[in-house]
């Protein structure tokens, strides 16, 4: 299984689950080597025989699965390390899949909502990873401050930039009035470290992680004044 965000080939869309469709528990998990933000895509693609199994699974009852950050170990194959993960993840829903060839799937999905491990994860004889979590509260919807909307416009910027590059970074619709929103979304450009952008997918106040991000981007001068 290889992270392959944005993946946009000629997919198959997969049906949203009904409201309120509770999660599995445990909840079957893909560490990679990513902090997955609610509201960003990821690319996937899939082929080992656990992951295989889980996406059809995920598909069936339509079902999201968790993406945790990988601190240490492979999340395919042997690992000479042992495997470590993060506490605090996302769920990833399915939107899109493509059976290109045999054993192969290319998946397009969505970061939804955050969750934490409420107990260890533990993984099955098949390999694949699972745990008991707990769902955390959404960001709640916070404007901007005044003295972030020269960050916010140059957010806007950016995304400007990638898409006269012809790349597709965000989903849309593109939530430029909202503090979560944008504080995410600079947070999956940023180039920090994953254990610096697992800190700010923790953080549950939006307006705090949006001012750490402008911070950052006053110091590197991005954003000025």
Avoid: H
């Avoid at 295989?52 to 170990?73: E, H, I, N, S, Y």
């Avoid at 916010?152 to 619709?173: C, E, H, N």
């Amino acid at each position: 299984m290889t992270d392959d965000t944005p993946a946009r080939p000629d997919p198959q869309p997969s049906p949203p689950a009904p409201a309120g469709t509770a999660l599995p528990d445990p909840l079957p998990l893909f560490p990679l080597r990513t902090v997955l933000f609610p509201g960003a895509l990821l690319g996937l693609t899939v082929f080992e025989a656990r992951y295989l199994d889980l996406v059809a699974d995920c598909l069936r009852g339509r079902q999201p699965f968790g993406v945790l950050c990988l601190k240490q170990g492979s999340e395919a194959g042997p690992s000479a390390a042992p495997v470590a993960l993060e506490s605090v993840g996302v769920l990833a829903r399915i939107d899109e899949v493509d059976a290109e060839q045999a054993g192969l799937l290319r998946l397009r999905c969505t970061g939804t909502r955050r969750f934490r491990l409420r107990g260890a994860a533990t993984q099955q004889p098949e390999g694949l990873w699972v745990g008991p979590v707990t769902l955390l509260q959404d960001d709640p919807p916070r404007t901007p401050g005044p003295a972030m909307l020269q960050t916010v416009s140059a957010l806007a910027g950016a995304i400007k930039s990638l898409q006269d590059q012809g790349r597709t970074p965000f989903a849309a619709p593109y939530r430029l009035d909202d503090a979560g929103w944008v504080a995410n979304r600079w947070s999956e450009l940023l180039p920090i470290s994953l254990a610096a952008k697992q800190k700010l997918m923790e953080l549950d106040d939006p307006v705090i992680r949006l001012s750490l991000v402008d911070g950052f981007l006053r110091d590197r001068k991005v954003v000025i004044g």
